[in-house]
């Protein structure tokens, strides 16, 4: 008992020396975000620094990437990150996928015959590379602009802050931001719009994600999932998963801010990108066809929309 | 609780808020305390207490109290005549999906063979419409060169497309390629003189022409039945006196409460008085995410 005693006491002793050594972080300090490299962390970002456009990718976050490869034109990899509280530790997952090697197809998935949304990652159809939630939804419907197979489901909704993004068969990515409303009336055969956009024109950050007051709650913590495309064309879809707890509490929809969120894409080479539905929406699995194996992060609700990745 | 537990659990909690990433090494001797004491207990990973996740109110995310529950389950309510609505909707939308499937089962062969038909009738079109577009301008071409005005005229043309493309001026880069093309471009003359070479464009298939219209059926239910969804948020949102944005992450924390409930996993991320207030109406909760 005296020996458990002990033990404690030490451990407590610890853990009290470490907070103070450390330095918790204060009430008034601006957020920053690190990333893990080799047991290493390193600041690469600091709320009261931040970029109004991120003009290439951010090397301390791309070197912390080991690449690997799922299937021909799809590789993917983790790193983890440390935020402000309560997001102290994140699990970034950054999927990166060649739209001339791989074949986007949305699925628009309600359930019969109550018509509520069904899709989640265990209806990822058995041929599907990668499979995530994709738009933002409030009842059973995708918000915004829909095009499947060609023929226009749903028609644009609008917003400053939304982003569309339309693929033709060739593999060309095309992204239609704000109120423009220029959507593109030939050739596209999948297409969707989310919100809010966290790049845009080449790299830059929104007005709206760069001051608070601007109609987007720039404190707010959150599970986060967005989809982007780098300056070699290449989509990049990446989900945050709260990491603190050893991983106990992945579930659980805390993540980064939504300027954090631009912060993320833009450091990983995107000069357009766009918010997912996040939360306990945010979902995703990849396939390995040559293995068989996945890898799943299941969400905590059905989602009526999915975008799928098939080989070509 | 043992004391090595309760230490380990100190551990735990004071890490996450007290370490700096340079010292994330200390995340491993946590991580060992804690299996450690896992391990001595036999506590499974799942019975994790809550430690350091309590809940974090923000602009968006508000205190679920019992008074903001019960508001929120009165405005549900106040969109039930949207919801009938709704529901008929769906379950035309679900008649509609099956009738698309009847017929692509019956007729799926004779469609795809009717696809193909017309596929390779406007291949043939395009291909004899381009002969017939290239014979037009080599001879245009011939009889404007013989001509010094029109020649003129031409050059002219091609100096100021080239300027334009010099320029970069996409806007009068097309304009002039329309001016230019329009001289040849088809004519009805040309059209009739490609079908008597391809025949003549065989009818859509009588199941592609039921299928178009019940998709486009359906388009317009799937509109509708958004414009009905956006119009019940609005209602709990007037009701409520709270933001759109407010009211899905309160319906998104419940169902999270609810989820971890029915697998009787402790919810975590809530506060004392949410958890209380939750507990009170969990199954009227649960209707209504079911409902």
Known sequence: ?312 | MPVHLLAAVLVLAATPIAISPAHAGIRDLAKSAKEKAAKATGQKSADHPCTGMDAQFSETTIELTGDVLDKLLASRKATQPMRDELAKLLARRVTIQREIEDLRGKHGDAIVENENRRAEFRSCMNSTLEGIKQRKVQTEMANTMANPRSAEKLLKLTAAFNDAQMKGDTAEVNRLQREMGSLFDATHADSLEAEKQCGRMPALHPATVKVDALNQELATIDEKIRDLEKQATKVQADKCKLTKGQIAMAWERITMYVGKSKNDAKPCGFSAAELSALSERKDALAAELEG
């Open chain 1, 1 to 312: 008992m005296l020996g458990r005693r002990r033990f404690g006491q030490r451990v407590g002793l610890l853990a009290a020396c470490l907070a103070l050594a450390a330095g918790a972080p204060r009430g008034t300090a601006r957020p920053t975000l690190a990333i893990e490299r080799q047991d290493q962390w390193s600041t690469w970002w600091r709320a009261d620094h931040a970029p109004e456009r991120w003009a290439a990718a951010e090397p301390r976050v791309t070197r912390a990437l080991a690449w690997r490869r799922l299937a021909g034109g799809v590789e993917w990899a983790t790193a983890r990150l440390a935020g402000s509280a309560p997001a102290w530790r994140t699990r970034l997952i950054v999927v990166r996928l060649d739209p001339r090697r791989v074949r986007f197809e949305l699925a628009l998935d309600l359930a019969d015959p109550s018509g509520r949304p069904a899709w989640t990652i265990d209806r990822a159809p058995p041929g599907a590379l990668v499979a995530v939630n994709a738009g933002q939804f409030v009842g059973s419907m995708p918000w915004g602009w829909v095009v499947m197979e060609g023929t226009q489901r749903l028609r644009p909704g609008v917003g400053p802050l939304s982003s569309a993004l339309a693929l033709d068969t060739s593999g060309t990515v095309r992204w239609i931001a704000g109120d423009s409303l220029r959507l593109p009336a030939n050739g596209v055969r999948t297409a969707f719009q989310s919100y809010p956009t966290l790049l845009r024109d080449d790299g830059s950050v929104p007005n709206a994600l760069r001051a608070s007051g601007r109609g987007v709650d720039l404190g707010h913590r959150d599970g986060r999932l967005a989809i982007g495309q780098d300056r070699d064309g290449r989509v990049l879809l990446v989900m945050t998963r709260f990491a603190a707890l050893g991983g106990l509490a992945e579930g659980l929809p805390v993540g980064p801010t939504t300027p954090e969120m631009a912060a993320v894409m833009g450091a990983l080479g995107a000069r357009d990108a766009v918010m997912l539905d996040g939360g306990i929406s945010a979902q995703m699995v990849l396939r390995e066809p040559a293995s068989g194996r996945t890898w799943r992060w299941p969400g905590w609700r059905k989602v009526p929309m999915a975008l799928i990745t098939y080989p070509r």
